[in-house]
């Protein structure tokens, strides 16, 4: 069957080809639900590749045949297809697979259940008291349903409230207590929808029923940690600050983020019980779908949004449609958290990314000292003489093409824990062992003088080397020893280079399966 599919495939390709092409090299994802693929025809003298056939009934088809010879759910394939007729299939599990941007090669999962640590984590935890008021909260929503109904013309209807018996029980469920002000509003109402309507009370949000915040803290636990993007998006990720800095644990999820409303587009409001240096336990924190690079803080309690809330509604900060009123607040701050392009004239304090693009002198990054946040620093196609001013700051991700290769002000860095590297000239890599928290390395554009030094890393998990590269780490037997992920880079590699990298790696290749034919 798996023959059958690759003959089938390799038509489809053939059958759209473009005139003129050559070879078609597709490589992409079957089963599991879905199926996906990348890459195109080689025409000679055209730059832009013409677009892929529609080979989804076929994958399909595919990924059946291949678990019911090897019992995989989800496959990694490649079919190479030339204008003679002749055409190869390779498929393997998830653990290989090409990767097309931004300069080519194959990522191999030498560990796939590994995931890096959220630097939140090991942040230092806040000490201060709740600053929510239970009485005050009821307070305060009462007399903001009061307003809402003056400007509506009605009051609305919210369920009745819970006992405290369901608070108690709730608290059991989710393994955590709920602040005092968010039980005292739960005895007043029990969340503020009717049927499928909400009122949308919270901050414009759906206040979540007891119940249903339950079931969303214990049914879709998979949000208490950062969603995970592959290797490839993830070596290098950074979870931003939220603004004030250090009230928020700097995470993607954490199992102490209690959701308690939503805007029903995959955000959420939570209550955050185990804040980070400056916050407060109870403060309520944004989270969800466009909060990946870090949470954002909303109130230091729910008392305290009610209250913004209410003094909104009586400075008219709101609009009304389809009875329903939606509150009105400034543009939300991103603190000038990054900034694509150059360095500006004046640096703000408050910046944690940037990215330098297409710099055509040597970038001075002296400037950026200014930025005492400062977490990612990309010099993309730009280079730098000089990372000395990168010595003090809490830079985590590094991307940068080095003049000359001196590493030695990285030397001892508290906080890099990635670097994307390029050099001009030799570089001396040992600096990089006294760097306490770096886990993951692309030197594929570095020319190493010693690339064996690597061995002494214990703690890196992930590295991204060329063909030639990797070979001198497998010839000395100098592979750093926790290697989660590697990848092999370079546009020209193939599937068949990966799967040999991975065998020598540790990974069992045996039973990839392989078809060939000509048409």
């Known amino acids: 069957m798996v023959e059958q599919a690759a003959r089938h495939m390799a038509e489809e390709i053939t059958a759209h080809a473009p005139d003129g092409w050559t070879r078609a090299l597709l490589s992409g994802h079957a089963g599991g639900g879905g199926s996906g693929m990348t890459g195109g025809y080689t025409v000679p003298g055209k730059r832009c590749s013409p677009g892929l056939p529609a080979l989804h009934p076929v994958l399909t088809r595919l990924a059946e045949a291949v678990r019911g010879e090897r019992g995989w759910d989800r496959i990694r394939w490649e079919m190479d297809c030339r204008n003679t007729g002749t055409y190869t299939l390779v498929t393997f599990t998830e653990r290989v697979g090409r990767i097309f941007e931004p300069a080519g090669g194959y990522q191999i999962e030498l560990d796939p259940g590994y995931r890096l640590p959220q630097a939140g984590m090991n942040q230092e935890p806040g000490t201060a008291p709740p600053a929510g008021d239970p009485d005050l909260a009821v307070a305060t929503l009462r007399t903001y349903l009061e307003r809402r109904a003056t400007v509506l013309g009605h009051q609305e209807e919210l369920p009745p409230p819970v006992t405290v018996a369901q608070l108690d029980d709730a608290e059991r469920r989710i393994g955590r207590p709920l602040p005092a002000d968010l039980r005292a509003l739960y005895l007043t109402a029990d969340g503020d929808g009717i049927g499928y309507r909400h009122c949308g009370l919270i901050e414009n949000n759906a206040w979540l029923s007891l119940e249903s915040l339950v079931a969303e803290y214990t049914e879709e636990q998979e949000w208490q940690n950062r969603p995970w993007y592959g290797w490839d998006n ?48 109870g403060q309520v924190i944004a989270t969800g779908r466009d909060y990946d690079e870090g949470p954002a803080h909303v109130a230091d309690s729910l008392t305290s949004l009610l209250q913004k809330q209410l003094e909104l509604l009586e400075q008219g900060s709101y609009e009304t449609y389809d009875d329903h009123i939606s509150l009105i607040r400034d543009g939300e701050d991103s603190g000038g958290r990054q900034i694509i392009g150059r360095i500006p004239d004046k640096v703000p304090a408050s910046l944690q990314a940037i990215h330098i693009n297409d710099a055509t002198a040597p970038v001075d990054l002296a400037p950026l000292t200014a930025a005492p946040r400062l977490r990612r620093l990309h010099l993309n196609r730009s280079a730098t003489a000089d990372l000395t001013p990168a010595r003090d700051l809490p830079v985590e991700s590094l991307r940068v093409t080095l003049h000359g290769g001196d590493l030695t002000p990285l030397a001892g860095h508290p906080h890099l824990s990635s670097l994307d590297l390029h050099t001009t000239a030799p570089a001396d890599l040992t600096p990089l062992l006294t760097v306490p928290h770096l886990r993951g390395l692309d030197l594929a554009g570095c020319e190493a003088a010693d690339l064996t030094v690597l061995a002494d890393l214990p703690d890196l998990r992930y590295l991204a080397l060329d063909r030639q590269q990797w070979a001198v780490l497998l010839d000395h037997g100098k592979v750093p020893p926790a290697l989660a992920a590697a990848r092999l880079a370079g546009a020209d590699v193939t599937y068949e280079d990966a799967l040999a990298l991975a065998a020598r790696l540790g990974l069992p290749t045996d039973g990839a399966l392989r078809a060939a034919g000509r048409l």
């Open 234 to 281: 993830e070596w290098n990720a950074v979870v931003f600050d939220a603004t004030p800095p250090d009230t928020v644990r700097r995470c993607g999820g954490h199992p102490d983020w209690i959701r308690f409303a939503t805007s029903e587009d995959g955000n959420y409001l939570a209550v955050d019980m185990d804040p980070a240096r400056d916050g407060r336990p």
